[in-house]
């Protein structure tokens, strides 16, 4: 039987940033992504496409636009039978002046639209969908206060939690709130812990999708 293979594909907290820290990446053994991997086992495989900065579909000088890369990202790990998206924080900044139910109408019809659309080229399959809210910034951190770059972000980001699940459920995507989840010093990305409960959440739902436990 061949391994079942998922793509986590989200921004900094993906890749596995590690805040206030001059943007050193947690160890192999701590990110959410490996922790993941070693808890379900050699019979999945676990893709990691997280990317700092990546939004949803806003242009920065960075261009790290994450709709213009997922098509490809889906062909390049073909066959593709499941995707983790946690996406929409970066976006949440000032500079960008979006809603959160503007957020939510873009991972609607440009992520869940794509992703389930795609079909393998090498087998007859389509990916499923796991929406997995971004965690809720903290704005009151000093990285966040810094030119006014989160206003509003805190609010937003727990809002997202009933969109994105809306979005889920109207097509029959496995969903997965933010509660619980904890930022770092810098009020924007995973600390340590949450790195670990995150996986052992996400770990509980792929086991119940592949073995019905």
Avoid at 17 to 42: C, H, M, P, V
Avoid at 109 to 115: D, G, Q, S
């Amino acid at each position: 039987m061949e391994n079942i293979r998922i793509l986590c594909y989200g921004d900094s907290n993906t890749w596995g940033y590690k805040g206030g820290d001059n943007g050193k990446r947690y160890g192999i053994n701590e990110r959410w992504t490996r922790i993941l991997a070693d808890l379900l086992g050699n019979k999945f495989e676990i893709i990691e496409e997280g990317l700092n900065g990546r939004t949803l579909t806003a242009d920065d000088i960075l261009g790290r636009n994450g709709y213009n890369y997922l098509t490809p990202c889906l062909y390049t790990h073909d066959p593709v039978d499941l995707v983790i998206l946690m996406l929409g924080t970066n976006e949440l900044k000032t500079r960008f002046n979006k809603t959160a139910q503007e957020l939510g109408e873009t991972l609607d019809k440009y992520f869940v639209k794509t992703i389930l659309e795609t079909k393998s080229q090498f087998k007859e399959s389509y990916p499923k969908l796991l929406i997995v809210t971004p965690v809720a910034i903290d704005e009151t951190a000093d990285h966040c206060q810094e030119d006014n770059k989160y206003v509003g972000a805190t609010q937003k980001s727990k809002e997202l939690n009933n969109i994105y699940k809306k979005i889920a459920e109207k097509h029959n995507c496995y969903f997965l709130n933010n509660e619980g989840l904890t930022v770092g010093e810098d009020g924007v990305h995973l600390d340590k812990q949450s790195h670990q409960k995150l996986a052992e959440l996400l770990h509980q739902i792929i086991r119940g999708i592949y073995t019905g436990e």
